[in-house]
């Protein structure tokens, strides 16, 4: 059929095919992994990299973005694991265990294992895939298959290492776990991650996941995450890099009933970012919540995609995502809410707004929804517009500078969002990066 | 303190000030009193440096400096406050921190220490206390959920902590009703100093029972047309607007 016929490979694409064949070898895991990694490499060869005639991607088109593809991160030297002890440190002072990761390789010297509570485990990834594990077997790629996205195709045939989680049945976990990954290496190096966090049934923990690079780097991470039935899971990821990083995240939940999912998506650095999101809530009654804000200058390109999929009754999602765009970047919110015919008294809203604070700034929001059942309440609503003159006017009538003005009025608008992180200190220790990112600006 | 000379201002290209003049002594309250549509509001923003809206011609001299070539923020931290007619309600900023950002920014600029949190929040409270606003209300967002009376009363707190040298009301007594007004012109009163000037823009005569001027002036269609004592207001109160409307008309 035409439509399976591709163009030519891109540079790029070809560098990745050629790694996966130089290298899969030597990736971790059995036959039933190599088998897995396979079948993946033969579809993303197929897809290639996403672009701009594929519809979610169509303001993303990583076949352009991505001129060249780096070569495969090796294991961590002493000099990246040195600068990765400073990475994660947009957290703030709240206490955390730190689960360290450096170019795409756990490294324990740097974690902290120790204590682990009663119904916790973490493990790495490349060790339970070598060795071949039944939660990792029944879960990964499983929890929501990626349908036709390259990127994460492209994640399963060359992931490394990441994190296994598992918290058993009713275990609270009071300490948060904080997943600190680090591109750290002196050469740029495409970095593959994936992880996969079981929380059982009316389980509670809070996940932090923060991403820190040196330049050059390419980072594909993903993230499976099963929220069980009655199960309390908050997950924030923060972002941060240098303007030529290019960071792909795929964060794939499914959410039991009656569960309750927060996830909190801070953006503060990178060249080109993809967080693409796709949530399948399975179970009736649960309610989610998904937020997110990003602050852009330079020419930073940031896509934040969500899909969310009813698949039962009665489930409440409600999503805020606040976009600050600064000189020429440009900033992406693509939002699909779909509700399957039986997820009746489906309660979904989204709102999205971006700020723009530079005239060659630009944003495209993109909400959708697909709605198949008849009892419902579903609603979205995207603004874009620049700061209120009459407001910066106000401050300014009453001696503020111009430039602390504006940072005031941004700090109100992206507060919306970070407002519904429920950590008090980590609510503080972002805002105070907005304030950090506005000084900057001002200066 | 304050002179206005020859003041032209334009707002999308259509002229309202044609040529005013006005002169406010340091310890003297001067109230401007006009029809609606004669300018008031525009002078007051003019003052304030609102953007869109231009001087032509003109100068306004506080202290002898040119304002008009003065940011809006530079203007507060020479002295100059407006007290809005409509106050703004900033969602997400809480009066706590926008009071104390504009008290050290201004303070920063004249070249004048920050204050600590507790020299501040003793001033915020005392201030807020005469003016019966509890300090609640000012861990909110700036003026979200506050009625009109409320607002007003916010204006004339910023106003008591700021410590301004002229002081701008534009049309304060708007919205409020006799409590309010009462509360708010006692703020008013208690700031009235031998060091400190102001002009109060008002359409009513009521204000001015409460904050009794030293001066009156007649705006209308652009100019001052007549300038007395207080009485000049409750003549006006009795004879309305429509004379001056005339003179106007005449002289234009």
């Not at chain 1, 991505?66 to 002890?85: F, Q, S, T």
């Not at chain 1, 485990?121 to 895939?129: K, P, T």
């Not at chain 1, 036709?148 to 989680?165: F, S």
């Not at chain 2, 310890?27 to 004669?38: K, L, T, W």
């Amino acid at each position: 059929m035409n439509a399976e016929l591709r163009s030519v490979k891109t540079n790029a694409e070809q560098a990745l095919a050629d790694a996966y064949q130089a290298s899969k070898a030597k990736l971790p895991g059995g036959r039933k992994v190599a088998a897995l990694r396979e079948a993946a490499a033969v579809r993303f060869d197929a897809l290639g990299l996403p672009n701009r005639r594929i519809e979610e991607w169509k303001y993303t088109d990583l076949r352009a973005l991505i001129g060249e593809a780096k070569p495969l991160a090796g294991v961590p030297d002493a000099a990246a694991k040195a600068r990765a002890k400073e990475a994660g440190k947009l957290i703030g002072d709240m206490d955390a265990r730190r689960i360290v990761f450096v170019d795409g390789t756990f490294v324990p010297e740097l974690s902290d294992l120790a204590d682990l509570s009663p119904g916790l485990s973490i493990r790495s990834m490349a060790q339970v895939l070598a060795a071949g594990d039944p939660l990792v077997d029944a879960n990964l790629g499983k929890v929501v298959p990626a349908e036709r996205e390259g990127v994460v195709e492209l994640n399963t045939a060359l992931m490394r290492d990441g994190a296994v989680i598992h918290i058993a049945n009713g275990a609270t976990v009071e300490r948060p776990i904080h997943l600190v990954f680090a591109a750290t290496g002196d050469k740029p190096a495409s970095v593959f991650t994936r992880s996969l966090v079981v929380i059982e049934q009316g389980a509670r923990v809070m996940l932090v996941e923060s991403h820190d690079a040196t330049a050059g780097h390419q980072v594909n991470t993903a993230l499976e995450l099963v929220v069980g039935d009655k199960a309390h899971v908050d997950h924030i990821k923060i972002t941060s890099g240098p303007s030529d990083l290019v960071h792909i995240s795929s964060l794939m939940a499914a959410v039991g009933a009656h569960a309750r999912f927060n996830g909190f998506a801070f953006n503060l650095g990178g060249g080109v970012v993809r967080n693409q999101t796709f949530v399948r809530l399975d179970g009736e009654g649960s309610l989610t919540g998904l937020r997110g804000a990003s602050l852009l200058k330079g020419k930073q390109h940031v896509d934040s995609t969500l899909v969310i999929d009813h698949k039962a009754s009665g489930c409440q999602n409600r999503e805020v995502f606040a976009t600050v765009l600064d000189d020429e970047s440009r900033g992406v919110f693509q939002g699909k809410i779909v509700v399957r015919p039986h997820a009746q008294k489906t309660d979904a809203r989204m709102m999205t707004r971006a700020l723009l604070l530079s005239d060659e700034a630009e944003a495209d929001n993109k909400p959708e929804l697909e709605i198949f059942a008849d009892d419902v309440q579903c609603g979205h609503g995207a603004t874009s517009g620049a700061l209120d003159e009459d407001l910066k006017f106000y401050l300014m009538a009453r001696g503020i500078p111009e430039i602390e003005a504006e940072g005031l009025l941004v700090q109100a608008f992206v507060g919306e969002a970070i407002e519904g992180i429920e950590h008090a200190g980590l609510r503080d220790a972002l805002m105070e990066q907005v304030v950090a990112w506005l000084r900057k600006r001002g200066s | 303190m304050l002179e206005v000379k020859n003041l032209h201002v334009t707002v999308d290209g259509k002229q309202i000030l044609k040529g005013l003049d006005l002169a406010v002594n340091k310890g003297e309250v001067h109230a401007i009193m006009g029809p609606n549509g004669s300018g008031k509001s525009t002078l007051a923003y003019v003052m304030a440096g609102k953007p869109g809206y231009e001087a032509t011609e003109g100068q306004i001299l506080l202290d002898g400096d040119d304002v008009l070539a003065m940011q809006p923020d530079e203007r507060a931290a020479k002295g100059l406050f407006l007290a809005f007619q409509y106050p703004l309600e900033i969602p997400g900023v809480a009066t706590m921190t926008f009071l104390r950002t504009a008290l050290n920014a201004q303070r920063k600029k004249r070249g004048e220490a920050e204050l600590s949190t507790p020299e501040f929040l003793k001033l915020v409270r005392e201030a807020a206390a005469k003016l019966e606003i509890d300090t609640d209300m000012l861990r909110r967002g700036v003026n979200v959920g506050f009625s009109g009376g409320e607002k007003k009363r916010n204006e004339i707190l910023q106003m008591a902590l700021l410590q301004p040298r002229l002081c701008v009301l534009d049309e304060t007594d708007s919205g409020l009703d006799i409590d309010a007004l009462k509360i708010v012109s006692d703020g008013v009163n208690r700031l009235r100093s031998p060091d400190r000037a102001m002009v109060v823009i008002t359409h009513y005569q009521r204000l001015l029972d409460h904050i009794v001027p030293d001066v009156v002036h007649v705006l209308s269609a652009g100019r001052i047309v007549k300038t007395g004592g207080k009485e000049l207001a409750l003549e006006l109160e009795a004879s309305g607007y429509a004379q001056f409307q005339g003179e106007a008309a005449l002289a234009s």
